[in-house]
């Protein structure tokens, strides 16, 4: 084949390839996930990554419908969006069982969502992002519990209690300045996106945008802490958590959220960036049955979380799931170094072998580039002595053990 | 909101939801996957299902390409494919880390994958896949440790080896065939087709198509077992397995397969259809590079081997990952039994709560639907006295237990 016919190697613009090292710190917190959320009584869910586009139509931010999802015309004709967030799928599927389903529900899972980002901002078009959501109570100890969830996510990934701050603020104080200026839908999705911006706008585009609005700006200031959420605060203190705190300006910018809502903040100081939230959604269930369901919930994405680690020297070491490589002297002796391998296998070991096609110094560097901690040279010097020598491919340093006593040196 | 306009539970025609169950049955299953392949030296790998679509024109069937694939163009005018499977991918990923990756290669992958198959014929849109692929050696011992590695996972699924049989075959059989008879590429595609649909056929019309491509019958019915096939099956006998044979009449439909190729077939009387499969594709990474590497592999669907298991009677019975529910006598005691959780979490005890919204048989009823298997009733008597009743929600027994010994319970 000339150069000119061949296939780019690259992956699809603005997503990832995800080779052992990735795949394993994507294992890694994807395990700690399922381990926290087991912990917190939580169940995992799935779905497709398609949906009717209808789904995300009086939901989801116009911006995300009209300008950056994934939005195609089937074979059969259907219009199918790539989900763009996991929420609307989860209150379908609630939906769907409500009957047979029990509450409260606690529910996870760790969808990848997709958006149509101009790559050249070095933004993903695909990312994983864990689902936490509890349906069916109105408590503010719901709320509170999701806080919790979110606290306790930090903590399992090392976090410490100075490295994050969770600010917390209520919709409720929003929809009551709407309702006591008359505001209309529009209008209050206005006042939503405008709050929502806030902080990366100027004071005065701010003001004037207000003012088009109809609001007064002295409105906004209320710095008086929500009773319930004074409470809440409180008890979280007394438990020993001193990071959460009240903040009037958290606004989420998802129109469905209902009353609490928060954000999680990374407190370096070169990386004071919000990491992920969440909220109360109590009338998300409504767009498919008369009954709504009252919900609060989170979701968390894999690149922010990744980026926070990295700053913070909380990655894991990458360890290979495999422990020591078989080097074989001649291909002939394939068979038996299997049979030896298997062995091992049976006693509990992980092993890959070599064919014998290479030199055994090429061998030995390739169980390098794996990363494999240790390798064992095998011919029919080994097999029929039955003693074998294990080599630590890091320090060089050197081992012999006979057949039956190499498994045990690999589960110490 | 009125009754017409409301949205469908539905999801999208062809795709699953998973609720909680079906997930714990795919986690199940990926799980045993990951165990044994660990064990075997296989590291684990993933890449998006965005692909551009240029990848699967020259050796994905175009059957596939042209009328079952998930094809679109992206807002900035990219065609882009939901991948139909993922051996292209891994092909791509390999020959781009060419240098950096040392080989022999292991690699497995669960992606899902996508095909636009009519839904009246029950067929599904999206399925996972587990892909296992060896890069880097032409040696039969990899052959043959791919066959094991089929072998193994059924085994670690629960099957005997009564229950599934391995059918082995060569393309080099029939690549020998159309050099004989001077075969231009087209008609090896259409003698490929032609096999690949044999069992599906009347003898009469597989005649007629065979005389069209102007191969003589007698030169397919060759029963003579290839030397490489023979010394492998004898091995694994050798090894004390005993169900893999040699069939020549087992193909597979991809163009890329260059040399051994096997399916596993159920050999339950009523079920008794070919499971999955793989075999050797020598020449796959020559799309992207000059140089091709060797590469065997396999690939096997969640759907066919849930539906083996369910028949088998190899179905995992569903346990929720949540061990007890603290119901709540009232709403205002919630943070008291948060903070009773929260101890029994520490000692590693998976607990729900429920915020006490509802009258205590109501909450029990919800612990039941969620098949979670115990219950404590806490209220003010319980949490002044430090005594609390354990009730099992299957039996209906209880015991009795203090605080302090409480986590132990369920932790036996």
Redesign the interface.
Same mark, same amino acid.
């Given at each position: 084949?000339s150069k000119k016919d061949? *296939?780019?190697?690259?992956? &699809? @613009?603005g997503?990832?390839?995800?080779? $052992?090292e990735d795949? #394993?710190f994507?294992?890694y917190l994807f395990t700690t996930f399922r381990t926290f959320l #087991?912990?917190?009584?939580?169940?995992?869910? !799935?779905?497709? +990554? *398609?949906? $009717?586009a209808?789904?995300y139509r009086?939901k989801t931010s116009d911006e995300i419908v009209n300008e950056q999802s &994934?939005l195609?015309?089937?074979?059969?004709g259907?219009e199918?969006m790539l989900r763009p967030e996991m929420t609307p799928t989860v209150a379908?599927?609630v939906?769907? @069982?409500r009957r047979? *389903? /029990?509450?409260?529900?606690? *529910?996870f899972s760790i969808p990848?969502v997709?958006r149509?980002e101009r790559p050249q901002r070095g933004r993903l078009?695909?990312h994983y992002q864990l689902n936490v959501d509890l349906f069916g109570?109105?408590?503010g100890?719901?709320d509170?519990?999701i806080i919790?969830v979110a606290y306790g996510l930090m903590r399992a990934l090392g976090a410490e209690e100075k490295d994050f701050v969770i600010k917390v603020s209520s919709r409720t104080l929003l929809e009551n300045i709407c309702s006591e200026h008359g505001l209309a839908e529009d209008a209050r999705a206005t006042l939503l996106s405008l709050m929502d911006r806030r902080a990366k706008m100027s004071e005065e585009d701010f003001d004037r945008d207000l003012e088009a609005i109809g609001i007064p700006k002295e409105k906004l200031s209320s710095e008086e802490v929500p009773a319930e959420l004074a409470e809440m605060i409180k008890?979280f203190k007394e438990?020993g958590i001193e990071n959460i705190e009240y903040a009037p300006d958290i606004i989420r910018g998802f129109t469905y959220y209902t009353g609490m809502v928060f954000e999680v903040f990374d407190t370096h100081p070169k990386n004071n960036r919000s990491l992920f939230g969440g909220g109360r959604f109590d009338n998300l269930t409504?767009?498919?049955?008369d009954e709504s369901l009252p919900a609060v919930g989170m979701a968390m994405g894999d690149v922010t979380i990744r980026d926070f680690l990295e700053v913070r020297g909380l990655m894991p070491t990458y360890v $290979? =799931? =495999?422990h020591v &490589?078989l080097a074989t002297t001649a $291909?002939e002796l394939?068979?038996k170094v299997? =049979?030896l391998?298997?062995e091992m296998?049976r006693k /509990?070991?992980?092993?890959? +072998?070599?064919? /014998?096609?290479k030199k055994i110094g090429d061998q030995l @560097?390739?169980?390098?580039? !794996?990363k494999i901690p240790y390798a064992i040279v095998v011919g029919e010097d080994e097999l029929s002595s039955g003693e074998f020598v294990i080599r630590n491919l890091e320090t060089g340093t050197e081992e012999k053990r006979s057949r039956a006593e190499l498994p045990n040196f690999f589960l110490q």
């Open positions: 084949m061949r *296939l780019s190697v690259e992956p &699809y @613009k997503v990832r390839d995800f080779y $052992p795949q #394993a994507l294992n #087991a912990k917190a009584g939580y169940v995992e869910y !799935h779905a497709s +990554i *398609l949906e $009717p209808e789904l009086s &994934y195609f015309t089937d074979r059969g259907r199918v379908r599927m939906a769907a @069982k047979e *389903l /029990g509450f409260p529900l606690r *529910l990848n997709f149509y078009r695909e109570s109105r408590s100890a719901a509170a519990e919790g008890d438990a409504a767009l498919f049955e $290979p =799931t =495999t &490589y $291909p394939a068979v299997q =049979t391998a298997g296998r /509990g070991v992980n092993v890959a +072998i070599d064919f /014998g096609e @560097k390739a169980a390098t580039k !794996h």
